[in-house]
């Protein structure tokens, strides 16, 4: 590992733990290190147990999921736009999170099951469409991924219409904006599994990815089975995101900005940069859901918090291309 | 490297398999908790039994099934009761149990009932919406008792898990309003109260009932709150309110369970007798009078536009005062036989004997 990135590396999870720490401090409940240690206080020490480390560790677990998924999915498409939004994954997971809403009762377990399938679906069917294309071209993907985008949100618009406006409206409207407010310990311990599997075969198949990333003519004559690998790559990301957006909601930008942000500091595109925009993603989320539950008198959905930091980043990034070109 | 790829596959088939297990078992979790009337009856049966043999207030525990399905006991009388939504709010309030409330629903300053019977509620901590509740600062309350909406059974269900008693209620219509009343009041211990509240709205009801079930049941249009052309349907409660004060829902054959878009032509088609606005309606009767595409529908014509009084509550929701929505309604249709100060002693006589609120009867024109 270059000195540059144990550096960076470093810094970030130093700082990640001391994010981590204060995260666990801050909420409506006062809940001290020290009540935890001691009996007279069981309802701080339940509160703690079952909804504010759950909490902190899934905002820590969205945003690494979210952050390394979208790094590998602007490699794998060479696209610096590529985000998980953009083959689908999070349109078809908010169908499937409104279809739960509207057809099996909108409890908890319905929801997460059926957005978590509604975007693995969606993703599904992006990859079929581009094995029956003519052309097995990088641009396939993305606009076979443009097109089941438009149709999971066609689904969506048509079931949001048939939607109690007060009720039903409200929870699709609510789920779309992403939250952090209701995770317990059940939701965590479900999705915990998926995201890990997801993350092991990533980490399992780094060898593959940076291969992806050089020109296909070259990985093919490497031996490599360029179309398949990317596949399933592209599976295992998927599986990371739709574990996370299932009980988190849509959370906007963070996909974007960390793998760009992660490359802008360690000026490299390796395996390790995308494990490091992991590292960031987490950070920027767990402050970014700090903000959202501290320091206002309600709660702010976090992708309130994550876009305001986003979209201005990218319009530096646009402008800074501008510059280059 | 096919051999890796076999693998990776694999281990992608057995979570997509884990996963459909997750939702398969999702599923049962809904099944078992069902929302609506049968758990909902035995609440009610459960609660009256209750009440009959508990003559004194406050046997403690007392065991009843919510309208989520769910079986609460309360193991002694509540002392801080937080209510997360506004119906129970104003039913605590005309139970008089509002010096017990310790939170309340976000947005309490918009409902002026609280301001004349409760202000010291404006001050409570807020605990968030259904969409949005703050489990944390409830929990941070120490409450006994938490009452919820039916949207927000899934934080019930996590305040249970810590710990926290919690009942949630679905008062969609007047069985359900009724079951509401006997829960809560069981759940608080007080009998007496309910009992009290519930006899005047089945009075009343039977009242009205006798007064207006000889009589022309005119067609009635309710302009929704939102737009004049928006609608209730037969499925929602303002078609009860219209039937108990002896009208007809002009818009009895739409289904909706929500407000209805409607058209110009299809209001010219039912040509309704009489319109009635929505209490918390945005537009005017003026604007509905000087419409000219309304102009030649017969209410128009004779003049029969009226709003439902908004001063203290919106009637035409299922809250404890909403038997004073039909009352009004009735008031304009037959005031032959149930007239404008009858009905205005009536809502002094309410509010005041469940509100402690004296109410200026000019306040309802």
């Known amino acids: 590992m270059k000195k540059r990135t144990l550096t960076f590396y470093t810094v970030t999870l130093l700082l990640l733990g001391v994010t981590f720490l204060i995260s666990l401090m801050i909420g409506k409940y006062p809940v001290t290190p020290a009540m935890l240690f001691r009996d007279e206080n069981a309802m701080a020490v339940r509160v703690f147990w079952t909804l504010r480390l759950p909490r902190v560790l899934m905002a820590f677990v969205a945003g690494f999921a979210l952050s390394f998924a979208g790094s590998i999915y602007q490699t794998l498409f060479r696209n610096p736009l590529a985000a998980p939004d953009i083959i689908g994954v999070s349109s078809g997971a908010s169908a499937g999170a409104a279809v739960g809403i509207l057809f099996m009762g909108g409890s908890m377990w319905a929801v997460m099951g059926s957005s978590f399938l509604g975007g693995f679906l969606a993703v599904l069917l992006a ?5 029956i294309a003519a052309g097995r071209q990088i641009a396939t993907f993305v606009l076979a991924g443009v097109a089941i985008n438009a149709i999971s949100q066609a689904i969506l618009m048509l079931l949001k219409l048939s939607a109690d406006p007060e009720k039903q409206l409200a929870s699709i409207e609510y789920w779309t904006m992403g939250s952090f407010a209701s995770i317990t310990d059940t939701k965590l311990l479900t999705i915990l599994p998926f995201a890990a599997v997801a993350v092991l075969g990533l980490v399992l198949l780094r060898r593959q990815i940076s291969l992806l990333a050089m020109d296909s003519e070259y990985v093919t004559m490497l031996g490599v089975p360029v179309a398949s690998m990317r596949r399933l790559i592209l599976l295992l990301a998927t599986l990371l995101v739709a574990s996370v957006v299932c009980v988190t909601g849509l959370i906007y930008f963070i996909g974007l900005i960390a793998p760009h942000l992660a490359r802008l500091m360690l000026k490299s595109n390796r395996f390790s940069t995308m494990l490091y925009s992991g590292l960031l993603g987490s950070l920027i989320l767990l402050v970014a859901d700090c903000v959202a539950r501290g320091f206002t008198i309600g709660e702010v959905p976090v992708s309130v918090v994550t876009s305001l930091i986003g979209a201005p980043f990218l319009i530096y990034l646009i402008c800074r291309k501008e510059k280059i070109a | 490297m096919k051999k890796m790829s076999k693998l990776l596959s694999l281990l992608l088939a057995f979570s997509m398999c884990l996963s459909l297990a997750a939702c398969g078992s999702g599923t049962d979790t809904t099944t078992t908790a069902p929302d609506t009337t049968p758990a909902a009856e035995t609440a009610t049966t459960e609660a009256e039994t209750e009440a009959d043999t508990t003559e004194a207030e406050g046997q403690y525990p007392v065991t009843l099934t919510d309208h989520a399905g769910r079986s609460v006991t309360i193991e002694a009388q509540p002392e801080k009761i937080v209510s997360g939504y506004y119906i129970s709010s104003t039913l605590l309030i005309s139970l008089g149990l509002e010096d017990k409330m310790i939170g309340i629903e976000t947005n309490a300053k918009s409902r002026s009932i609280y301001a004349l019977a409760a202000p010291q509620l404006l001050e409570l901590p807020g605990v968030g919406t259904a969409k949005e509740f703050d489990i944390e600062g409830c929990a941070a309350l120490n409450p006994d008792l938490v009452i919820v909406p039916l949207k927000a059974k899934d934080a019930a269900a996590t305040l249970e898990e810590l710990g926290i008693t919690v009942l949630v209620i679905n008062p969609e219509n007047d069985q359900l309003l009724a079951e509401t009343i006997a829960m809560i009041g069981t759940a608080a211990g007080v009998t007496d109260e309910f009992t009290a509240l519930q006899a005047y709205i089945d009075d009343k009801n039977t009242e009205l009932a006798a007064l207006v079930q000889e009589l022309d049941k005119p067609t009635i249009y309710l302009g929704g709150n939102s737009a004049f052309l928006s609608t209730s349907g037969a499925q929602m409660y303002q078609n009860t309110l219209i039937e108990n004060a002896g009208g007809t829902n002009a818009a009895a054959e739409l289904t909706d ?47 029969k536009v009226y709003q439902m009084p908004n001063t203290l509550e919106s009637w035409d929701s299922p809250i404890p005062a909403s038997i004073l929505g039909s009352l009004w309604l009735a008031s304009v249709l037959h005031g032959d036989v149930y007239g404008q100060e009858t009905f205005e002693a009536d809502v002094t006589r309410f509010y005041q004997s469940f509100y402690d609120v004296t109410v200026d009867p000019a306040q309802l024109q």
Not at chain 2, 261 to 289: D, F, K, M
């Open chain 2, 257 to 303: 369970t929500y407000w209805a878009e409607v058209s110009y032509e299809q209001l010219l088609a039912w040509n309704p007798e009489y319109i009635i606005l929505a209490p918390a309606a945005e537009y005017t009767i003026e604007s509905v009078l000087s419409d000219p595409k309304l102009a030649d529908l017969t209410a128009i014509q004779e003049g």
């Open chain 1, 127 to 131: 990859l079929g469409l581009t094995r």
